[in-house]
């Protein structure tokens, strides 16, 4: 009964693939979130998208694209993979955009060989 | 406490004594403020939040403290236990989106 889950934990690739990471939270959410931890653990937003429209894109490379087939998903294409892609990144949600907790996945540790 | 630097701030307190990890937010606009706690391996958990119409705010062995004026959060968690260790962040709700602190590294010492 995981409330935000993301598949898969852990991915390694080489420099230049395009690869897919899944977000799926069963909490009745309608706003879902992606950010990128660096390895200084810093927490930065990439994506927000309410009602599966896109409301923040935070200057993310065009290389990301996130898609949302519905409220409970959210998923994020990464192409051309770049070394600085190497993170861990998080899916959250949260019930409206403002003034709400949001509840974060487990996290995909991404690796850029 | 938690501040933009090249280095996570440690904190390191005795198991049972009380921890405080203290934040400095920028936006003066933001009216929500929340701390999350970050084990290895895991994502942020929340543990607690406090709006900007009050001041102080009290959960399970946990209160937050704002401070408008300064700008200024904290967390005291009461009676530190070894299951606290993690990584702290505060986050401050501005411009429909949360931006994080650079945390704080919590051992605790036997």
């Known amino acids: 009964d995981t409330a935000v889950s993301q598949t898969p934990k852990y991915l390694v690739t080489q420099m230049g693939n395009d690869k897919s990471i899944k977000c799926e939270q069963n909490l009745g959410h309608d706003t879902m979130y992606w950010y990128k931890q660096d390895s200084k653990k810093f927490l930065k937003i990439m994506f927000s998208y309410n009602n599966k429209e896109l409301i923040i894109n935070e200057t993310v490379p065009n290389r990301f694209s996130p898609k949302s087939p519905d409220k409970a998903h959210l998923n994020l294409h990464i192409n051309s993979l770049e070394l600085g892609d190497s993170a861990v990144y998080f899916c959250a949600s949260s019930q409206g955009l403002v003034n709400q907790p949001q509840h974060f996945g487990d996290g995909t540790r991404l690796s850029i060989l | 406490g938690e501040s933009v630097g090249l280095h996570l701030p440690t904190l390191s307190v005795q198991e049972g004594d009380n921890s405080i990890i203290n934040c400095a937010y920028s936006?003066?606009?933001?009216?929500?403020f929340i701390w999350y706690k970050q084990e290895s391996g895991k994502g942020p958990q929340f543990i607690i939040d406090?709006?900007?119409?009050?001041d102080k705010r009290q959960g399970q062995r946990v209160t937050v403290l704002l401070n408008k004026t300064v700008k200024h959060l904290s967390l005291q968690i009461a009676a530190t236990q070894p299951g606290d260790s993690a990584v702290y962040f505060c986050a401050e709700n501005g411009n429909e989106k949360l931006t994080f602190g650079t945390g704080t590294r919590l051992t605790i010492i036997p």
């Open positions: 936006n003066s606009a933001s009216d929500y």
């Open positions: 406090i709006r900007s119409n009050m």
